[in-house]
């Protein structure tokens, strides 16, 4: 405010020809008030606020009135048989206020305290653990190689393998196993020209079409790594042990049931009697 009233003064005794109050010489009077505008133009309640940096800051809504009143002044400065020299004075003045201007006052970025991630604990229950066929020195071995992306930490308890995630971690687990989980079944597929499936990830239900010529190593890998991963992630999921998968064989032939079993608890019992009626009209 009191940048203003200066301003203001030494405006008006310019204007009309007069001598500033406080002792200022007149010829002084064009020099000071561009001293002032510039003040105006590059100045602010900024100026208060923190810690200083070597900074000009214009002020734009200020600048056409400011450049006005800059011209004013240099025509108050400049006249006479000395306007070159006077000129040479107003852009060493100008020159010197940009370079060494009223510096902007900036405040410090406030750098916002992280918090920590929330994490979960979900739990691999004994029955989980005991139809992958994996020790807890396993499922140990199994999230080391994983690394950090897919865990926080993991405790082996009497209950099974309990998991600390985020919800990140969580998402990544959900999403590797239901990306190895179609791998599986693509895989089964191609073994032969008549294989395919259905499958329904939210209900935890997998038709399988093949025959009894199918291998014992395609016919056990593909049951496993289907149970295991819808399994793992019903219990990622939901947060919950209670896990169950129904899974049902058909002929690739006549698309008849042979067997449809809910593993854990009732494992395959089909053989060749079951084949043999699959095929009966």
Not at 145 to 153: E, P, Q, R, W
Not at 215 to 242: Q, S
Request: charged content about 25%.
């Amino acid at each position: 405010m009191l940048a203003r009233l200066w301003l203001l003064l030494v405006l008006s005794c310019n204007l009309s020809n007069t001598d500033i109050p406080f002792g200022v010489k007149k010829q002084y009077q064009g020099f000071a008030l561009i001293l002032l505008i510039f003040y105006y133009l590059f100045s602010g309640k900024e100026l208060k606020k923190g810690n200083f940096r070597p900074i000009m800051t214009l002020h734009r809504k200020r600048f056409p009135v400011g450049s006005i009143l800059i011209f004013i002044a240099a025509a108050q400065c400049c006249g006479g048989a000395k306007l070159m020299k006077k000129v040479k004075l107003l852009v060493f003045f100008v020159s010197l206020m940009l370079l060494c201007g009223c510096a902007r006052v900036l405040p410090m970025p406030e750098t916002a305290a992280t918090e920590p991630e929330k994490t979960e604990i979900f739990t691999l229950p004994n029955s989980f653990l005991t139809f992958c066929g994996e020790s807890p020195e396993d499922v140990s071995s199994f999230f080391e190689k994983l690394g950090s992306d897919y865990y926080t930490s993991l405790q082996i308890s009497t209950e099974g393998a309990k998991l600390e995630l985020t919800q990140q971690q969580r998402d990544r687990l959900i999403t590797r196993n239901r990306e190895q989980l179609h791998s599986a079944l693509e895989e089964f597929a191609e073994t032969n020209s008549n294989y395919h499936y259905e499958i329904d990830e939210t209900s935890r239900k997998v038709n399988l079409y093949f025959d009894e010529k199918i291998p014992v190593k395609t016919h056990l890998w593909v049951i496993t790594y289907t149970v295991a991963d819808l399994g793992f992630n019903y219990i990622l999921e939901n947060n919950r042990t209670d896990w169950n998968v129904e899974v049902s064989v058909y002929n690739c032939h006549t698309d008849k049931l042979v067997d449809s079993f809910c593993l854990p608890d009732k494992g395959a019992s089909y053989g060749a009697e079951e084949w043999k009626k699959s095929y009966e009209p």
